[in-house]
């Protein structure tokens, strides 16, 4: 039966896209925007050697059309076929890399132009048309006439499929794909003009929707938030510089949005790595709040349920919020309470961050409390992983019952900023909250931690008390973890006393329990999309067992050696 659907999906698709063919007249270029994309040299020349890498995965090809490869998962074929690659391969400035461009392009139009293929998701044909559209002066550069005139017949058919499937996109970032590359459409095709001003207001109402008064998204995903960031800056630059009405809901939209996402950046350079994001493009971040002009930071406290503390050369970024349920939490995080650490350009305490490039195995543990840098009760997530669900064409597995009490305050004085926060997330199963308080100096060289697991009520302790009955009354075994980054190295000292943190930069930080907890130093990965594998790493471990109510340990991270090579702007100007 599902080959059946298969099937009746993709000649609903192509029949769609053919009743999208544009009516005869002139086709061209009215205005050729610049393109907005930011592409690596390095990954442009490895696609012009053959080096497809996309989604954790390295497909080689050499003289290969990439429409001839076999992909070898459904990622890697969505990447392939939204295009962004030719922002790489442009970026190497070589002509050959442009008669690649062009002769691929052309491919694609032969093969799928007519609605075949996997490639019609209307996220998938906006992030298309973007990059068709704002490469395409290079494009047309010595292209024969014939192609010329299918190359436009694809670009109509694509806006005009757009105008009346935007709405199939699901919301959040496939919408705004889906609207940003219709209206590129209307303020560059000829004979599109009306496309643009209608795509320009809905994608003012979708951002109004998508974005809340805090300025996140609804996934609080930061990686996420910078795509819609992006594009936000593409549509608001493209109708200034087309002459096209630009709706006051944008311009609020982008003002509501980059202070939190700037709240958001590390001392590195990087956005924090919570539910399902990663640092971002090298690049990417900086330039998107430099080019927006919007100078605020969000100071409010709270950055789309994230509290971010800088001091000196060092930014702590704690996740005070519960994660996100339903349909927006297929790569929600399991970290309430989590804390990553910069210092300067290097990360020092990080999450292990998001596995689905790897695999669903690695994608389901890379959501899992452990993987992050806070308490976790042993065997158990402060969130559990729920089953199976359609969602937008895709299938995913949303977050549920989650902390439903989630509790932040936040203190300064001369000395140090302080933040204590709470969550209830191992109430149901064990009677314990989960206490943890943060203080970094305000010189950025001490960083101080607590975590208590607390038995409150006496509902919580009679709960607690079943579960040491499980146990065998040997007490709830629990782990407080710091995963390092893999250019981090830890080595024991003072006769296992403590453990010494060495950074790239030769600064070097010591790290001390004052409790009566296990300290270990234990393997550990760090998952970064764009690599092969998961990189090696490791983690500090504290532990010990929750025996009558209530169990604290304590922490203690100091700079004891400064950098050798000159510190970067400090963290409380990023």
Excluded at 340 to 363: R, Y
């Amino acid at each position: 039966m599902s080959s059946e659907r298969g099937i009746r999906e993709k000649m609903a698709t192509r029949w769609r896209v053919m009743r999208a063919a544009p009516t005869r007249g002139r086709r061209s270029l009215v205005w050729q925007p610049q393109p907005r994309g930011s592409g690596s040299a390095r990954r442009g020349n490895q696609l012009r050697g053959g080096l497809w890498h996309f989604a954790g995965q390295l497909v080689e090809a050499p003289a290969t059309s990439p429409w001839d490869i076999t992909a070898p998962s459904a990622p890697f074929e969505m990447q392939l076929h939204g295009f962004g690659w030719i922002d790489d391969l442009m970026a190497t400035g070589a002509r050959e890399a442009s008669e690649f461009a062009r002769t691929w392009v052309m491919d694609w139009v032969r093969r799928y132009g007519t609605g075949r293929g996997p490639g019609w998701a209307p996220a998938l044909t906006g992030r298309r048309l973007l990059r068709w559209i704002s490469h395409a002066p290079d494009l047309l550069r010595a292209m024969p006439d014939t192609d010329q005139r299918a190359f436009f017949d694809a670009l109509y058919r694509q806006a005009g499929y757009l105008r009346r499937h935007w709405k199939d996109a699901g919301q959040g970032l496939p919408r705004m794909e889906a609207l940003t590359g219709l209206l590129y459409s209307g303020l560059t095709l000829e004979g599109m003009g009306d496309f643009g001003p209608d795509a320009a207001r809905a994608l003012a109402r979708a951002m109004d929707s998508d974005i809340g008064p805090d300025g996140g998204v609804p996934s609080r995903n930061p990686e996420a938030l910078l795509e819609v960031a992006t594009l936000l800056g593409w549509a608001i630059e493209a109708l200034r510089d087309g002459g096209g009405d630009l709706p006051p809901g944008l311009v609020e939209a982008q003002a509501r949005l980059i202070p939190t996402l700037r709240a958001l950046r590390h001392a590195d350079g990087g956005l924090a790595r919570f539910h399902g994001g990663g640092q971002g493009k090298p690049g990417r971040l900086d330039r998107v709040l430099v080019t927006s002009g919007v100078r605020a930071r969000n100071d409010s406290g709270l950055a789309m349920g994230f509290v971010p503390v800088g001091h000196g050369r060092t930014t702590v970024i704690l996740d005070a919020e519960a994660p996100p349920t339903g349909p927006v939490s297929g790569s929600a995080h399991a970290s309430t309470l989590a804390l990553e650490m910069t210092s300067g350009a290097c990360p020092v305490i990080v999450n292990c961050g998001p596995g689905g490039a790897f695999g669903p195995d690695w994608h389901r543990a890379g959501r899992a409390t452990a993987s992050h840098s806070t308490l976790a009760i042993e065997g158990y997530s402060s969130a559990r992983i729920g089953p199976l669900l359609a969602e937008g064409g895709r299938r995913i597995a949303p977050l549920i019952q989650a902390p439903r009490k989630v509790q932040w305050q936040r203190s300064a004085s001369r000395r140090s900023s302080t933040v204590m926060l709470s969550h209830d997330g191992y109430g149901p199963s064990h009677g314990l909250t989960h206490l943890r308080r943060i203080d970094l100096s305000t010189d950025g060289r001490v960083l101080q931690g607590e975590d208590s697991l607390r038995a409150i009520t006496a509902a919580d302790k009679e709960t607690f008390e079943d579960a040491m009955t499980a146990a065998s009354l040997q007490g709830v075994p629990f782990h407080v973890r710091f995963h390092l980054h893999p250019d981090t190295l830890a080595e024991a000292d003072m006769g296992g006393r403590a453990i010494s943190l060495t950074l790239p930069s030769g600064e070097v930080w010591v790290f001390r329990s004052g409790s009566r907890a296990k300290m270990t130093i234990e393997k550990s990965v760090y998952l970064e999309p764009g690599r092969l594998n998961p990189r090696p790493a490791q983690q500090v471990v504290l532990s010990d067992r929750v025996v009558k109510y209530a169990a604290t340990i304590d922490w203690t991270l100091t700079r004891a050696q400064e950098a050798v090579d000159l510190p970067p702007p400090s963290a409380e100007g990023a």
